[in-house]
């Protein structure tokens, strides 16, 4: 829609009084003639014929002045008669709803001249601002921003100074759309006014529209150009376990939309952003190429991108992050169960003996810790506390006998783990047994009770994981039930996960709970070339992903990184851009109103004024 002014008459037949000009001339032709006289001399004349002749024109002018002062009153009169008058469309309603789309299409580059392009979102910006210009006084403006939820960012603004500020200010969110949150926005704050609500955005049709009775106008503003596109469509890698050794493979799928044959360059980085892999691929017009990779060098994440001068960047790239780690290191310290430590030496894991917590500070980076005792110690370390009183039993211990039946939750700790005719004699309770006595930043979850009692627990403690079992393994049968092994390999998975250094994949601005054991203070956040572009506060603060797409790692004081990959929603891969279009309540556009402005007050007010002026020139006897 585009808002303008045009001008018009309303009684043209006015102009017929025209004809009394050509009378008004044809008197002054009539008007007295000169009478021949006999005189002694003409030399005056002569004289006075010469200095007409030298005066300049304007200065001849002067003599007919009374004759165009009249002339152009009754050219303004029948000017004023016929009635003309200057149209201007403005912006309808008196409330300017204006929604904005955030989302990752919106990236698209469109061709706005041959020699410039701009994204869908530019584009946008830009007709929003043209628009602003066209409204009047007394009209506000309420900006939208559609994403995967709303943002009102303007409400009934009316300085157009601020309003076009904030649109300068406005950026991607590169969220999936949700149209009916924005539209029942929009619906809501639309109600008890006159007002228009504009939409900007590339794939809104009809039928979203369709929930709501729109008693207002409603104009969308689709954006198409822009769909010779080329993306990954998918890649992934492939953990393979052979003896002793691991190989990463990978695949990835590259799809072309366009509809030409196109040739790109695929490449996959590894995370110290050296070449792993490369090679040139065509793909026929509307259609896929699959890649295979059957050895690349290990990373922590693997960064795919085409080299491509297409119209939507986004999709050029893909992310993935490996969980391959080295197993960690066991630290079994006191009086170890010895059915425990055959199921530890089964699973073929690097052990390391202690005696005594308070002698061992120097534990490796990727470790876990194994402690049986009557208390609960403080270790900077994935730690699983098992209960022993040992074979002299602590006074300091209060113990509660299980008589009601176990209970489990859906912990990750229990899958396949079967404790149906688990056994177990007497649980500690007392405060000395419990992790929170031993520091007060502590998150914990009762996995597995008997009634009120909890039988196990795990959490984090000061950002490291444990996981504690409350009662003594001497005193029950579980060490002899196939479950048991199942447990502690479940057990020391979900510990090791701290060293796993990855947090998986996120949405553009999605909010998550942390889950992996994450070390206590701020943690910065960093893209993938170091460059810190925020920061979190485990203890504080929920996880919300950048939204920029890319590789990020969570980075502690001792320099760990823990990688993520935000990627776009799988949806916001179709770039296809829909018609625009215009809805009413009664189908009829209404987009714009009417201003309808007549000169003809100020025509005849320059009338009055050129008859005073007219007046004037006739006192001073100036002669016709």
Request: glycine share 4%; proline share 3%.
């Amino acid at each position: 829609m585009r808002v303008g002014e045009r001008m018009g008459i309303l009684y043209p037949i006015f102009f017929s009084l025209s004809i009394f000009i050509g009378g008004l001339i044809i008197l002054y032709m009539f008007r007295k003639q000169y009478e021949n006289l006999e005189v002694s001399t003409n030399l005056l004349w002569v004289q006075i014929m010469n200095e007409w002749n030298a005066t300049t024109w304007w200065r001849k002018l002067q003599k007919q002045l009374l004759l165009l002062l009249q002339i152009l009153i009754f050219t303004l009169l029948i000017l004023s008669l016929v009635r003309p008058y200057n149209v201007t469309d403005r912006v309808a309603g008196d409330h300017v709803i204006l929604m904005i789309d955030t989302s990752a299409t919106m990236a698209v580059l469109i061709s706005e001249s041959e020699e410039r392009e701009l994204s869908r979102f530019d584009k946008a910006k830009s007709d929003i601002q043209e628009l602003i210009t066209s409204l009047q006084r007394g009209q506000s403006v309420s900006i939208i921003t559609i994403g995967d939820s709303p943002s009102l960012v303007v409400n009934r603004e009316t300085d157009l100074d601020s309003i076009n500020k904030i649109i300068e200010e406005l950026e991607l969110s590169f969220e999936h759309r949700n149209y009916n949150r924005a539209l029942s926005l929009a619906y809501a704050i639309s109600q008890e006014d006159s007002a228009s609500i504009h939409v900007y955005s590339d794939q809104i049709t009809e039928d979203d529209l369709g929930q709501f009775y729109w008693k207002h106008p409603i104009h969308v503003n689709n954006y198409t150009g822009g769909e010779n596109n080329i993306s990954i469509v998918t890649f992934g890698i492939q953990e393979n376990h052979t003896n002793q050794d691991q190989t990463i493979s990978a695949i990835a799928t590259i799809k072309n939309h366009s509809d030409i044959t196109k040739e790109v360059n695929f490449t996959i980085n590894g995370d110290d952003g050296e070449t792993s892999f490369e090679t040139n691929v065509e793909i026929n017009a509307e259609d896929e190429a699959y890649i295979t990779i059957d050895d690349l060098p290990q990373s922590s994440f693997y960064h795919a991108y085409i080299d491509s001068n297409d119209s939507f960047l986004l999709d050029n790239d893909a992310y993935a992050i490996s969980s391959i780690r080295p197993d960690p290191t066991l630290y079994l310290i006191g009086d170890i169960n010895p059915f425990l430590e055959r199921v530890l030496v089964y699973l073929d894991y690097a052990i390391v003996y202690g005696d005594d917590i308070n002698k061992m500070d120097d534990f490796e980076d990727d470790s876990i810790v194994i402690f049986s005792g009557d208390h609960v110690p403080i270790i900077e370390r994935p730690t699983l506390i098992l209960t022993n009183h040992g074979s002299e039993p602590s006074s300091e211990i209060e113990w509660a006998d299980v008589r009601s039946d176990i209970a489990i939750n859906d912990s990750e700790l229990f899958n396949f783990v079967d404790v149906s005719d688990l056994f177990i004699s007497r649980v500690g309770t007392q405060t000395k047994m419990d992790v929170s006595n031993s520091s007060t930043n502590v998150l914990k979850e009762q996995i597995m009770l008997s009634g009120d009692l909890p039988l196990i627990e795990e959490g984090t403690n000061n950002g490291n994981s444990f996981v504690h079992v409350k009662f003594d393994l001497q005193e029950s049968d579980w060490p002899l039930h196939p479950s048991f092994p199942i447990f502690i390999y479940n057990t020391l998975e979900s510990l090791s996960g701290q060293a796993t250094l990855n947090l998986g994949y996120l949405l553009p601005g999605e909010e998550r709970m942390i889950t992996n054991n994450l070390t206590e203070g701020t943690l910065h956040i960093q893209n993938q070339n170091n460059v810190e572009v925020g920061y979190y506060e485990p203890s504080k603060d929920v996880f919300r992903a950048p939204r920029q797409p890319g590789i990020y790692s969570l980075v502690d004081h001792n320099q760990q990184h823990t990688y993520f990959a935000v990627t776009i929603d799988e949806r916001e891969k179709d770039t296809r851009g829909m018609n625009s279009f215009s809805l009413t309540a009664d189908n009829e556009d209404e987009s714009i109103g009417t201003t309808y402005y007549e000169w003809w007050p100020w025509l005849l007010l320059f009338v009055i004024v050129l008859l005073i002026i007219e007046w004037e020139v006739y006192r001073r006897g100036i002669r016709i």
